[in-house]
Nanobody, 119 residues
């Protein structure tokens, strides 16, 4: 079955950096578009980055463009999100999901990893 497991979250000061990982199994990762998304308390999920199966095409939400970098290693079945210049408004539960589109409706997602940015 599809399994996605995120790691790398934590508490960081404003302006700091974190690198998230998403380990995938149970499906052909190298043929799958993937999404990084986040959900802040009291809000719905929003996508942060979408990455093509080969990693050549990446789209970012305006709120993170220029600060976050998504990448993938298909040999390791792993998705990454490098987050720099973090802001308090980036505080959220970050998760990866199989496929692209509105993350509310993506059927396969991980449990998420918490990112908290202090001011």
């Amino acid at each position: 079955q599809v399994q996605l497991a995120e790691s790398g979250g934590g508490l960081v000061q404003s302006g700091g950096s974190l690198r998230l990982s998403c380990a995938a199994s149970g499906f052909t990762f190298s043929s799958s578009y993937m999404t990084w998304a986040r959900q802040a308390p009291g809000k719905g999920p929003e996508w942060v980055a979408q990455i093509s199966d080969d990693g050549a095409r990446i789209t970012y939400a305006d709120s993170v463009k220029g600060r976050f970098t998504a990448s993938r290693d298909n040999a390791k079945n792993t998705l990454y999100l490098q987050m720099n210049s973090l802001k308090p408004e980036d505080t959220a539960l970050y998760f990866c999901a199989k496929g692209i589109g509105n993350p509310t409706y993506l059927p396969f997602r991980g449990q998420g990893t918490q990112v908290t940015v202090s001011s």
